[in-house]
T-cell receptor, first 112, second 114 residues
Framework: DGGITQSPKYLFRKEGQNVTLSCEQN?????MYWYRQDPGQGLRLIYY???????QKGDIAEGYSVSREKKESFPLTVTSAQKNPTAFYLC???????????FGEGSRLTVL | GNSVTQMEGPVTLSEEAFLTINCTYT??????LFWYVQYPGEGLQLLLK?????DKGSNKGFEATYRKETTSFHLEKGSVQVSDSAVYFC?????????????FGTGTQLKVEL
């Protein structure tokens, strides 16, 4: 089935550690996105990539890094510089023709 | 820049009640408008969309009409069910004014009780 796969679904991290969240899509979409969601709040854009080997900062990029070496993959690294990393992270890709975003199931990161 | 404003929740309704969740937007160009739904612990799923003025999107009994004159895209359902309990997000994309980014509202939580 076509879709977006995020892993892991749950992740626990100690303070000071970097962690990488995986996002893979087999929809052949060029554009991919990472959003952060905090309880009771909307989605905030961290990074996005419109094409392989290119990405741009979103509204809250500080403390995060990404890469886009393959069309199918857009991993997000939460670095130790991110002051409040505990959140629900959502990856998405966009259908160029329809304009809509397709989302993964999300990854919940908890810093202990 | 682009922005989306949704009514604050939570909205609590009895089963079979009528639902309206208000959404208004500010955008340059001619945006496409979307409603997404998020069930607890899951990602977002597209519920419906409209790509031009006066279009009506519909799915699973939900409807929303793209009103350019009032810059609105209100979500409605005639008879809600307990299974409709979720968070609903209004969103827009404007390729002329906002690049390739979707702009989301803050979400409205709907609770439906028996």
């Amino acid at each position: 089935d076509g879709g977006i796969t995020q892993s892991p679904k749950y992740l626990f991290r100690k303070e000071g550690q970097n962690v990488t969240l995986s996002c893979e899509q087999n929809l052949n979409h060029d554009a991919m996105y990472w959003y952060r969601q905090d309880p009771g709040q909307g989605l905030r854009l961290i990074y996005y990539s419109q094409i392989v080997n290119d990405f741009q900062k979103g509204d809250i990029a500080e403390g995060y890094s990404v890469s886009r070496e393959k069309k199918e993959s857009f991993p997000l690294t939460v670095t130790s510089a991110q002051k409040n990393p505990t959140a629900f992270y959502l990856c998405a890709s966009r259908d160029d023709l329809l304009g809509e975003l397709f989302f993964g199931e999300g990854s919940r990161l908890t810093v202990l | 820049g682009n922005s989306v404003t949704q009514m604050e929740g939570p909205v609590t309704l009895s089963e079979e009640a009528f639902l309206t969740i208000n959404c208004t937007y500010t955008a340059t160009g001619y945006p496409s408008l979307f409603w997404y739904v998020q069930y607890p612990g899951e990602g977002l799923q597209l519920l419906l969309k409209a790509t031009k003025a006066d279009d009506k999107g519909s799915n699973k009994g939900f409807e929303a009409t793209y009103r350019k004159e009032t810059t609105s895209f209100h979500l409605e359902k005639g008879s809600v069910q307990v299974s409709d309990s979720a968070v609903y997000f209004c969103a827009l994309i404007s390729l002329t004014g906002g690049g390739n980014k979707l702009t989301f509202g803050t979400g409205t939580q709907l609770k439906v009780e028996l």
